[in-house]
Every structure is written in C-alpha cells, then in structure tokens.
T-cell receptor
Framework: DTAVSQTPKYLVTQMGNDKSIKCEQNLGHDTMYWYKQDSKKFLKIMFSYNNKELIINETVPNRFSPKSPDKAHLNLHINSLELGDSAVYFC?????????????FGPGTRLLVL | GDSVTQMEGPVTLSEEAFLTINCTYTATGYPSLFWYVQYPGEGLQLLLKATKADDKGSNKGFEATYRKETTSFHLEKGSVQVSDSAVYFCALSDIYGNNRLAFGKGNQVVVIP
C-alpha cells in the first residue's frame, strides 16, 4: 500500500501554462506539506495544512495555490508557469500534535517548464 | 530562524570505509532532529531521528547522537556498502514552527566497490 502518493510523477509543460499536482495520504495523518527541491537538491517548505486549514505559508509567489479538500488530500495548483518553477515537488504528511513526528514523503513530481 | 548546516561537498569513499557526515543546527526552541536519505530518483525516507538531548537514533547501521552542548547531530556508519550511495539530509523540526522541516543542503555519498 502506498502511504503518500503524488500524481503525476513527471510533468513537462510550456511557460505560461497552468498545472496541478495532486497528493493523497492513507496514513490517517492530520497534516500535509508541500516542499520544493531545486536543481542543487536543496529542499524548502512551501505550504502546510492541518485538518484542511493552512498553517504554513512561506514566501511563495501567489501563482502557487494549495487546496486541501479533506485531511487526506493536498493539491498544488500553479498558474502562469515560469522557467524557474522547474523543480521536484514533494508532498509529505505527519501528525501535528506532538513534536518529533516523522514526516512521510511522496515519490515527488518532477516538473520541467520549457 | 531555525537552520541546519551540513558539511560542504560530496563524499566519496570505498566499500567498508567509515562514514561521517557532520550536521550542526541553530534553533530557538527544543527541536527534534532527523536524518533523511534520498536514493536516486526517489523521495525522501526517514533514516533515523532523535527528539531530545543525548538521545541516539540508529537504523541500518547508521547512528547519530543529539548533542545539545555542541548543537550537533553527526551521522556515522562503521562500514558502508555500495547500496548506501544516496543523498543524506539532516533536518530539524519544532512544534512551535508547526513541525516544518528545515533541511541542510544535503550530502551526496558515493560508495565505490
């Protein structure tokens, strides 16, 4: 059983297009995250939702809009894609109420903007 | 803000050699510390963690001890295998930061047969 899944795994698109990445977790966690990994492998938090409520919103262009329809899903919509958006996007989930909780990561979505 | 610093550069070593990857952190609260591993083309997997000072995390022959006095969480393995080739990330999280993970830059480890 896949714990955290993302679709699509690969996404190649033209500048200016709008695209969405979907994430689902079946671990029963109450919190989900989006991270961006750049070409140098550096990972940075973008957003987090706890029980469908936005709790982390880092300095990310407002072309990026997360949506959480329920606790098990967190989608990322990107408008007007730019070359610099090319990266690997990882979804993760965990329980929030105690510290030290392990975050479980999805396999990543490799986005290439041409 | 909270941050993690890993030693610069890739690490190349021979099979059965001793591996050390240094990690130091800066945090205002009482963070939990993690090592994640990323195999080629895959997502991140938890390797080990420690949630309070002097705790030792261990898994698959890897170990790291949470040292509050030196704000460090160095990763060690006594005898590496080719299958340990991957990118290793040190990270911290703090409940006061809503458990966001702050990552170090990662170290590419290449083990040569």
């Amino acid at each position: 059983d896949t714990a955290v899944s993302q679709t699509p795994k690969y996404l190649v698109t033209q500048m200016g297009n709008d695209k969405s990445i979907k994430c689902e977790q079946n671990l029963g966690h109450d919190t989900m995250y989006w991270y961006k990994q750049d070409s140098k492998k550096f990972l940075k938090i973008m957003f987090s939702y706890n029980n469908k409520e936005l709790i982390i919103n880092e300095t990310v262009p407002n072309r990026f809009s997360p949506k959480s329809p329920d606790k098990a899903h967190l989608n990322l919509h990107i408008n007007s894609l730019e070359l610099g958006d090319s990266a690997v996007y990882f979804c993760a989930s965990s329980q929030l109420e105690m510290g030290g909780q392990t975050q479980y990561f999805g396999p990543g979505t490799r986005l290439l903007v041409l | 803000g909270d941050s993690v610093t890993q030693m610069e550069g890739p690490v190349t070593l021979s099979e059965e050699a001793f591996l050390t990857i240094n990690c130091t952190y800066t945090a205002t609260g009482y963070p939990s510390l993690f090592w994640y591993v990323q195999y080629p083309g895959e997502g991140l997997q938890l390797l080990l963690k420690a949630t309070k000072a002097d705790d030792k995390g261990s898994n698959k022959g890897f170990e790291a001890t949470y040292r509050k006095e030196t704000t460090s969480f160095h990763l060690e393995k006594g005898s590496v295998q080719v299958s340990d080739s991957a990118v290793y990330f040190c990270a911290l999280s703090d409940i006061y930061g809503n458990n966001r993970l702050a990552f170090g830059k990662g170290n590419q480890v290449v083990v040569i047969p």
